[in-house]
């Protein structure tokens, strides 16, 4: 069974930066899609930066690209997601996401979820 841990959610004013971390375990399979999605209260979960375990490929969002950059150690079995130029329209429930298939930007049946941390970003 994958589990998943985030950490590194806080408050920070708008420009500034944060590092969310995600601790991963119990997955075997090389083809996972590992990657970060977001939600605000009444919206819908979104995708927002994605990794391939497997060749290191990444995925952004249009909201996010240019400003936040994920990655991953494998020794440290860690996903990251480094976001800067942080904007109070980032302000979400971060959670950290892995599939044994493609990415995809909506969630799917097939996604292991973290327990989520928040962002908040004030102006």
């Known amino acids: 069974q994958v589990q998943l841990v985030e950490s590194g959610g806080g408050s920070v004013q708008a420009g500034g930066s944060l590092r969310l971390s995600c601790a991963m375990s119990g997955y075997t399979y090389a083809e996972y899609c590992l990657g970060w999605f977001r939600q605000v209260p009444g919206k819908e979960r979104e995708g927002i930066a994605f990794i391939y375990r497997l060749g290191g490929r990444s995925l952004y969002a249009d909201s996010v690209k240019g400003r936040f950059t994920v990655s991953q150690d494998e020794t440290k079995r860690t996903l990251y997601l480094q976001m800067s130029t942080l904007k109070p329209e980032d302000t979400a429930m971060y959670y950290c996401?892995?599939?044994?298939?493609?990415?995809?930007?909506?969630?799917?049946?097939?996604?292991?979820w973290g327990q989520g941390t928040q962002v908040t970003v004030s102006s």
């Open positions: 996401a892995a599939r044994r298939d493609i990415c995809t930007y909506t969630p799917a049946p097939d996604h292991f």
